[in-house]
Nanobody
Framework: EVQLVESGGGSVQPGGSLRLSCAAS????????MSWARQAPGKGLEWVST????????RYVDSVKGRFTVSKDNAKNTLYLQMNSLKPEDTAVYYC?????RGQGTQVAVSS
């Protein structure tokens, strides 16, 4: 059974940082492209970032370029999202995504 378990969310002030983690199990993590997506209150799901299987290629939505960094540790079956210079508009539930599957999400709240 595929499991994706996100953690690391929380409440921070604008300009702060958080590191999200996604522990993956039930599939060969090292062979899969993985993504992060988010859903802000009252809005639809938004793709944030993608990383290929070996971590050599990454993509980001324009609104987070230069502030967020996606990475994956294939030895630990873990996906990460380092988020710096956080803005109030980054407030959302963040999901780890494999193909059409996602975890339960972790809440990120950015406010002063």
């Amino acid at each position: 059974e595929v499991q994706l378990v996100e953690s690391g969310g929380g409440s921070v002030q604008p300009g702060g940082s958080l590191r999200l983690s996604c522990a993956a199990s039930g599939f060969t993590f090292s062979t899969y492209t993985m993504s992060w997506a988010r859903q802000a209150p009252g809005k639809g799901l938004e793709w944030v970032s993608t990383i290929n299987s070996d971590g050599s290629y990454t993509r980001y939505v324009d609104s987070v370029k230069g502030r967020f960094t996606v990475s994956k540790d294939n030895a630990k079956n873990t996906l990460y999202l380092q988020m710096n210079s956080l803005k109030p508009e980054d407030t959302a539930v963040y999901y780890c995504v494999k193909s059409q599957l996602r975890g339960q999400g972790t809440q990120v709240a950015v406010s002063s």
